[in-house]
Every structure is written in C-alpha cells, then in structure tokens.
C-alpha cells in the first residue's frame, strides 16, 4: 500500500485531516492509501527543528500531495517539503482542494508541477500511481 506526505497550509488543516481520515479508513472504499503528514501541532518556530520533522515524515513515504488551497502560495513550508521530496528523487503531486481557487504556489510552477481540479477518484490516482 502506498504511504503519502501529505503537505498544505496550515488553513487547510481542517478539510486535509477529514481527507486522510477517509484514505486511512477501510470502511471508506474511495481512497485506500497510508498517510504522513505534520498534521500534529509544533510549539516551535526553530527551522531546523521543523526542517528535520519534515525529512522524517517524507523519508519512507512514495511521494508528496500538495493540496492547494486559497492561500497555499504564501505558505513558508510547502517549498521546502516539496524540495525535499524532489531531492529524495520521489514525486511530487499537486491537488486544488474543492471550491477554492487560489495562485499556484511558485515552487509547483517551477518545478513543472500540475495542480489537478479536485475529484476523489484524481486524488487516489495520484497516491497510488
């Protein structure tokens, strides 16, 4: 089964933890995957200490989903979660979450990096392809 980092802004908490419980719930057949993320809370601002909770969450992950909300481009963090997830030579996967319609953030667009409309169906494709 694949094992996903899940990473977004942290207004995106709610709708993004409702998600992960559905793919990591059996009784919910639509998504079937395993999930990593930083979805605990952290009672720190030190970059490195964050910086090295994001390696530890990614490394023995698949690959990395963004889920792009409507402010997700002035996130501080996606940038480095998703140049670390390219630097360990694994994918990176971009979704809009449903109904919003924010910028994509740079570093997607940079590194050539699709943001896929909402669906489900597109979000289980992509964590298990």
């Known amino acids: 089964m694949s ?3 899940f990473s977004f802004k942290e207004e995106d908490r ?4 409702t998600i992960k419980g559905k793919a990591v719930n059996s009784n919910y057949p ?3 995957f395993r999930v990593r993320d930083l979805l605990k809370r952290w009672k720190t601002e030190d970059e490195a ?3 090295q909770a994001i ?3 990614i490394k023995g992950t698949s690959r990395t989903i963004v889920f792009v909300g409507d402010k997700t481009h002035k996130s501080h963090w996606i940038p480095h979660e998703v140049q670390m997830t ?3 030579k694994k994918p990176v996967y971009a979704i809009r979450l449903n109904g919003t319609d924010g910028k994509t953030p740079k570093c997607l ?3 050539g990096i699709h943001v896929y409309a909402w669906s489900e169906a597109r979000l289980q494709e992509l964590a298990t392809k």
Request: no cysteine.
């Open 86 to 88: 390219l630097d360990a």
């Open 49 to 51: 200490t964050i910086k």
């Open 55 to 57: 390696s530890k969450s």
């Open 30 to 32: 639509n998504l079937n």
């Open 109 to 111: 667009s940079e590194n």
């Open 3 to 5: 094992v996903v980092f």
């Open 14 to 17: 709610g709708v993004v933890a």
